[in-house]
């Protein structure tokens, strides 16, 4: 079945520093999602690629969908301490409309 | 989003005893979802509704059930709870095709 990974699982960051989290999927995905969970939170959403080689930014937050829509990155730039929390990718399968989701990426940060 | 509820938001219980966790959703989405939360693991889909009259395993549905009463409620039920389904389920919801999902606050649900 369809897998969808993401590294590195653990992200401690100094504030103002950048960082970039990746999302590796098994599977040509036709399109994927980012998620973020505040400490003690619930998943939201944030964004949706659907387009090979999609770049979209949020203020401070690019992402990016790769060339064969099999990977895609979140980068941060000077992280704040709002920033905190895990970040999820997720994909469609091929079959289907359910999401698998990646184990998450948890990012900490050092004032 | 508080469009998605969950109750109870914690529960302690007994290995062995029957426990339902509740969702219920003002979306108008057809889609629901439970997932379950593990350190490590992200999330994994338990069961899966795209509307009433249809009801779909996930990943790691050995030990759950599901009812989904109507468009509006999907219940999860631990026939007979063991202590390593100790986690934090939530409940999703969508509309049609892949679009984004809506999670409930969860629940935070301890076996002993």
């Known amino acids: 079945g369809q897998q969808v990974m993401q590294i590195p699982q653990y992200q401690h960051v100094q504030e103002g520093e950048d960082f970039t989290t990746y999302c590796n999927s098994s599977?040509?995905?036709?399109?994927i999602q980012w998620y973020k969970q505040r400490p003690g939170g619930h998943p939201v959403f944030l964004i949706q690629?659907?387009?090979?080689?999609e770049v979209k930014k949020q203020k401070r937050l690019t992402f990016q969908f790769g060339e064969a829509k099999k990977n895609s990155s979140l980068h941060i730039t000077a992280t704040q301490t709002t920033d905190v929390g895990t970040y999820f990718c997720?994909?469609?399968?091929?079959?289907?409309?359910?999401?698998?989701f990646g184990a998450g990426t948890t990012v900490t940060v050092r004032a | 989003d508080a469009d998605v509820t969950q109750t109870p938001r914690n529960r302690i219980t007994k290995t062995g005893k029957r426990i339902m966790l509740e969702c219920s959703q003002t979306?108008?989405?057809?889609?629901m979802y439970w997932y379950r939360q593990d350190p490590g693991l992200g999330l994994r889909l338990i069961y899966y509704?795209?509307?009433?009259?249809?009801?779909n395993k996930g990943e790691i549905s050995d030990g759950y059930s599901v009812s989904r009463q109507a468009q509006a409620k999907f219940s999860l039920s631990l026939e007979s709870a063991i202590p390593n389904q100790t986690a934090l389920y939530f409940c999703?919801?969508?509309?049609?095709?892949?679009?984004?999902?809506?999670f409930g606050p969860g629940t935070r649900l301890l076996v002993l």
């Open positions: 690629l659907v387009k090979s080689g």
């Open positions: 509704s795209f509307d009433v009259k249809d009801i």
């Open positions: 999703a919801t969508s509309g049609m095709g892949v679009e984004t999902q809506y």
């Open positions: 997720a994909g469609p399968g091929s079959n289907d409309y359910k999401l698998s």
């Open positions: 979306k108008g989405h057809d889609r």
């Open positions: 599977t040509t995905l036709s399109n």
